[in-house]
């Protein structure tokens, strides 16, 4: 008859790996905790003065903070970080390109067309809405197009 292992063996191997992480997040949580005490009976309780005014590069600041910004910059914004993290994709393809390729064949390199196809698509769609441009006409309710400038 062949030696099982006993229950307990088995179950003792992985608890082992949940007792570390339980004592990692521990850890964490003390230290994290540890932290913000000793950071809170070091700092001043009520600052005031120059502390109570936002540091503007050695400047004080003019005017009010709450400042309306146009919608270009976080729409470029927004546009710039999507695109970027599309490029956080393809790196990867392209480390292990040559390891895939005997095993798959050309599928792989046509799945990554068909994905940077869209990536252009939807570059394209931006680029002919517009959207890309910094200084932007606009547009009345009666059709004309007043200068951005």
């Known amino acids: 008859m062949?030696?099982?292992p006993?229950?307990?063996?088995?179950?003792?191997?992985l608890h082992a790996n949940y007792?570390?992480?339980?004592?990692?997040l521990l850890f964490g949580i003390f230290f994290g905790n540890l932290a913000l005490g000793v950071a809170k009976l070091v700092r001043p309780s009520k600052p005031g003065g120059e502390k109570g005014v936002a540091y503007e590069c050695g400047e004080l600041p003019v005017g009010s903070s709450w400042v309306r910004f146009n919608i270009r910059f976080y729409l470029?914004?927004?546009?710039f970080i999507v695109f970027d993290v599309e490029v956080?994709?393809?790196?990867?393809?392209?480390?292990?390109?040559?390891?895939?390729?005997?095993?798959?064949?050309?599928l792989v390199f046509v799945?990554?067309?068909?994905?940077?196809?869209?990536?252009?698509?939807?570059l394209a769609y931006v680029w002919?809405?517009?959207?890309?441009?910094?200084?932007?006409?606009l547009v009345r309710?009666?059709?004309t197009e007043v200068s951005g400038e």
């Open 141 to 143: 309710r009666d059709g």
């Open 76 to 79: 470029i914004a927004l546009f």
């Open 6 to 13: 006993t229950l307990a063996a088995v179950t003792t191997g």
């Open 19 to 24: 007792v570390t992480v339980l004592l990692f």
């Open 111 to 122: 799945e990554m067309m068909i994905f940077i196809s869209i990536l252009v698509l939807g």
């Open 88 to 106: 956080i994709f393809l790196y990867p393809w392209a480390v292990v390109f040559r390891d895939l390729f005997p095993v798959a064949g050309s």
């Open 128 to 137: 002919a809405k517009g959207d890309l441009d910094w200084v932007k006409g």
């Open 2 to 4: 062949a030696h099982l």
